[in-house]
């Protein structure tokens, strides 16, 4: 993941872009800690509402993996499928582990 090539893509600097890469990880992380719970109670709309957040500021910042990931969960809790996207669900704390490692560099 090349970072000055993200921060160039929405009109940022590298060094704007990882401060808000910093917030979108501190807020995204509570949203995934809550989508993960919700998950593991059954809570449909509880995970629609938080992969809806995480999809929307993810696009936003241009990362269009964690976009993709968090619409499909988005997509199939709306459509109360949640048996269908625990592998889903463990590739988005991946990813976010991953970006943060990133952001520490």
């Given at each position: 993941?090349?970072l000055?090539?993200l921060?160039?893509?929405i009109?940022?600097?590298e060094d704007?872009?990882c401060?808000?890469?910093?917030?979108?990880l501190e807020?995204?992380t509570?949203d995934?800690?809550?989508?993960?719970?919700a998950?593991?109670?059954g809570?449909?709309q509880?995970?629609a509402?938080s992969?809806?957040t995480?999809n929307g500021?993810?696009g936003?910042?241009?990362?269009?993996?964690?976009?993709e990931?968090?619409?499909r969960i988005e997509?199939?809790?709306?459509?109360?499928?949640?048996d269908?996207?625990?592998v889903?669900?463990n590739t988005?704390?991946?990813l976010?582990?991953?970006?943060?490692?990133l952001n520490?560099?």
């Amino acid at each position: 993941m090349n970072l000055n090539a993200l921060a160039e893509k929405i009109g940022l600097e590298e060094d704007e872009y990882c401060e808000l890469l910093e917030l979108f990880l501190e807020t995204g992380t509570a949203d995934v800690d809550r989508l993960e719970t919700a998950f593991d109670a059954g809570d449909a709309q509880q995970v629609a509402r938080s992969a809806h957040t995480i999809n929307g500021a993810a696009g936003n910042m241009g990362l269009m993996n964690v976009h993709e990931v968090a619409k499909r969960i988005e997509l199939a809790a709306v459509e109360s499928r949640l048996d269908s996207v625990s592998v889903d669900v463990n590739t988005l704390k991946g990813l976010f582990e991953e970006i943060a490692g990133l952001n520490r560099t």
